[in-house]
């Protein structure tokens, strides 16, 4: 009798260790390995692995819809393949209904950047905003109104 009662409890604290384990590691990723200016790699690794979870692991989202604003910051990264990744990773946001590329970076950085990037990125940057804010399927009332 005391070993069914013992499974969920143990379950319910493996659950919750996990849990925990998974929330220091975000915090590593996101705080220290995001922000590491001795590895470009290591930052646009970082980006990347968000932009996997993204495409991969629905399950994700309503979590990373909370912890992707924290990285608004790397679009002004020295290193233009780790913009580049993190214009990569708003595109694949793009595609989330429950997740708005514009709550991760605003606007404004968006617009801040593209007057100011490489084409590579700018190009990137043009290409993910278009569609959002010169809908193609509306007529011109709609557009400019």
């Known amino acids: 009798m005391a070993q069914t009662c013992s499974v969920p409890v143990f379950l ?3 659950n919750t260790i ?3 384990f998974l929330q220091q590691f975000m ?3 996101i705080k220290d ?5 001795s590895s470009p790699k290591v930052r646009q690794s970082v980006i990347k692995g968000m932009t996997y979870l993204i495409k991969n692991c629905p399950r994700s989202h309503v979590y990373l819809k909370q912890i992707l604003p924290k990285l608004k ?3 002004f990264d020295s290193n233009e393949s780790v913009r580049s ?3 990569d990773l708003l595109f694949a946001v793009k595609s989330i209904k429950t997740i708005h590329f514009w709550s991760i970076c605003p606007l404004e950085d968006l617009l801040h950047r593209l007057a100011r990037d490489k084409k590579p990125v700018a190009t990137k940057i043009t290409q993910l905003l278009f569609n959002s ?3 193609l399927d509306q007529d011109e009332d709609a557009k400019l109104g």
Not at 33 to 37: E, F, K, P, T, V
């Open 18 to 20: 996990f849990i925990l």
């Open 73 to 75: 910051d790397v679009l």
């Open 27 to 29: 915090l590593l990723l």
């Open 85 to 87: 990744a993190m214009v």
């Open 33 to 37: 390995l995001a922000n590491d200016m």
């Open 12 to 14: 319910a604290l493996t």
């Open 133 to 135: 804010f010169f809908p």
